[in-house]
């Protein structure tokens, strides 16, 4: 580092001072423009791809501030390019539940009934201090208290507490107490066998309402078949509200 400034001239120092602070502003400029195009996900909730992305683009930023023997313009693409997969890439997931699960992940369950699931531990990267750490944090220390604990894509840990001591349920139904039987138009097959529904029954329930399954932006339901529906256009309206 020293030698650097062995030989140097003043106006040399200030010259190439000026140009690593013009970089570092510039890359300061171009993240926050690129981020905000990609969105606040990209910071509230990272997924793999997303952690990687960030990586990238922010090693980038930094070589661009600091490397000057190198055109300015060359990092700025390089940043576009990542921004411009990252904003493909969430376009289609947001269009394909396949590929949505392909670069999102699905929710690992870690807990069914107060019974660790081991196998689904090693699935998500957690050992058993991991989970309880993570259930302690929630509030819950005896993990007999747990009705469902699952992994979220984004790595936090949801749960769903037993129903009351009080009540001595005996028939504890191994499933979730509701789930996602339509998203973005397309019916969950899987979701559907969760709560110990069909195909069947769920358009049999949709035909009642005068519904078409493609028209829906999210529907849920729960074992007892209290089918809640949202419409995409509804949807929309409630959104637009808050702009």
């Given at each position: 580092?020293?030698?650097?400034?062995?030989?140097?001239?003043?106006?040399?120092?200030?010259?190439?001072?000026?140009?690593?602070?013009?970089?570092?502003?510039?890359?300061?400029?171009?993240?926050?423009?690129?981020?905000?195009?990609?969105?606040?996900?990209?910071?509230?909730?990272?997924?793999?791809?997303?952690?990687?992305?960030?990586?990238?683009?922010?090693?980038?930023?930094?070589?661009?501030?600091?490397?000057?023997?190198?055109?300015?313009?060359?990092?700025?693409?390089?940043?576009v390019i990542y921004t411009i997969i990252t904003v493909l890439i969430t376009y289609i997931a947001?269009k394909s539940i396949a590929m949505r699960r392909f670069f999102n992940g699905t929710p690992v369950?870690?807990?069914?009934?107060?019974?660790?699931?081991?196998?689904?531990?090693?699935?998500?990267?957690?050992?058993?201090?991991?989970?309880?750490?993570?259930?302690?944090?929630?509030?819950?220390?005896?993990?007999?208290?747990?009705?469902?604990?699952?992994?979220?894509?984004?790595?936090?840990?949801?749960?769903?507490?037993?129903?009351?001591?009080?009540?001595?349920?005996?028939?504890?139904?191994?499933?979730?107490?509701?789930?996602?039987?339509?998203?973005?138009?397309?019916?969950?097959?899987?979701?559907?066998?969760?709560?110990?529904?069909?195909?069947?029954?769920?358009?049999?329930?949709?035909?009642?309402?005068?519904?078409?399954?493609?028209?829906?932006?999210?529907?849920?339901?729960?074992?007892?078949?209290?089918?809640?529906?949202?419409?995409?256009?509804?949807?929309?309206?409630?959104?637009?509200?808050?702009?």
């Amino acid at each position: 580092m020293w030698d650097y400034f062995d030989g140097l001239s003043a106006g040399e120092f200030w010259t190439d001072f000026g140009d690593v602070a013009l970089r570092a502003f510039l890359s300061i400029v171009v993240l926050f423009i690129l981020t905000k195009l990609m969105g606040n996900k990209q910071i509230s909730q990272l997924n793999f791809f997303d952690y990687i992305i960030g990586i990238s683009i922010g090693s980038i930023a930094a070589e661009m501030a600091t490397t000057t023997d190198r055109p300015h313009h060359f990092f700025v693409l390089a940043m576009v390019i990542y921004t411009i997969i990252t904003v493909l890439i969430t376009y289609i997931a947001r269009k394909s539940i396949a590929m949505r699960r392909f670069f999102n992940g699905t929710p690992v369950p870690l807990v069914e009934n107060g019974k660790i699931i081991e196998k689904n531990l090693v699935k998500a990267g957690f050992d058993v201090n991991d989970l309880l750490t993570e259930l302690r944090y929630a509030g819950y220390f005896n993990i007999e208290d747990v009705q469902y604990a699952l992994e979220e894509t984004d790595g936090r840990v949801s749960i769903i507490p037993r129903p009351c001591e009080d009540l001595k349920i005996t028939d504890a139904k191994p499933t979730l107490p509701q789930s996602d039987v339509i998203i973005d138009g397309k019916i969950m097959t899987n979701n559907l066998k969760s709560v110990r529904k069909s195909r069947e029954w769920l358009l049999e329930e949709l035909k009642k309402r005068n519904k078409n399954h493609k028209d829906i932006l999210l529907a849920t339901s729960d074992y007892d078949g209290n089918l809640t529906i949202m419409d995409k256009e509804v949807a929309a309206k409630k959104y637009d509200r808050y702009n």
